[in-house]
């Protein structure tokens, strides 16, 4: 079958590889209809994320029909037409029945496991075509995927929803969405979303549904903050700079009641900061550059919330954790809990709430893919979100 394989720093291709099949009971193969690039599949691109090996297949936003399952599937059935959960989660251990799949004891192998426990102090769970250190599990950018435990990572799409209406639902609407509640919204609130990529406009069109009376998007890159007016959102063009004080004056002085970090580590600020980050991190002094996370926590109004759906991997310098001591800030992070959130989304696009496919901006061919990781890395052409069609 044809794949899109990781061979180096900015050098994906398409390969012909072997198919893959059932290695556990648990497994479905899906033939894949739509697959699509995420921003934290740019982390890969350029080289951010150790345990990739060459031949690696990318991907983990994909959906498609179940081809065939292994002895053990009780709920999938081959002919089903799932979109599939980004994280790989057994759905039975302890982190799983208390809905934090992401957390999954089961599915990370022992050699990555022990990799995370010493970067980390915990393993957590595994996400398809995400490096060694997260499980090195094939990719979904291929015409067919191993999917384990498919019983809980596939999620049935009902037949009236398009496969671009449902792709999100395996990552970026969960992602943007889960950051949007994690602000605890309260009829009246702005929230500030530092970052108008696909996850950051998913965390804006999710803070109005969840009752924000205003959002305010910060970005630099113009189709972005269109996409964002669009939706209603107040916009803040960095390139204009100070974007901080601007926050302050659209806020009377006190700032957003929350703010969410939609950059993670690969942040483009300007500035002295941001040079210092960047010597810093081609040094390996310092693994992660901060600066929309720092922004947000200068930002957010005293006793607010600053929400991190952005990737952090490594160390950052100069965190301000004597702005967020004084000003008494609540964090909320981490991986998100696809599996817990996906199919109360799904009703949402089902009722016609959100259609997610507003997000698209290219609709390519899996063999267009490796040209398509060069222009959505550079913002080039307008290019917010890419899918392939199979
Ligand atoms: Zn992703
Ligand atoms: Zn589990």
Sequence with gaps: MKAITWSGRHDVRVEEVPDPSIV???DAIIRVTATSICGSDLHLYNGFLPGMKPGDILGHEFMGEVASTGPACETVQVGDRVVVMCGISCG???FCKHDLYSACDNT???SSQRALEVAYGHAGGSIFGYSHLYGGYAGGQAEYVRVPFADVGCLPVPPELTDEQALFLGDVFPTG??????CAIERGDTIAVFGAGPVGQFAIRSAFMLGA???IAIDSVPERLAMAAEAGAVILDETHGEPLRRLDDLTGGRGPDACIDAVGLEAHGKGVQNAYDRVKQA???ETDRAVALRSAIMACRKGGIVSIPGVYGGFIDKFPMGAAFLKGLTLKMGQTQFHAYAPRLLERI???EIDPSFVITHRVTLDELPRMYQVFNDKADGCIKVV???
């Design 24 to 26: 556990n009971p648990h």
């Design 92 to 94: 039975r251990c302890w």
């Design 108 to 110: 990370n192998p022992s």
């Design 177 to 182: 969405f889960m950051a949007a509640e994690n």
């Design 213 to 215: 009376e205003r959002v």
């Design 283 to 285: 040094l390996r002094l």
């Design 350 to 352: 089902r009722t016609r």
């Design 388 to 390: 392939a069609k199979l």
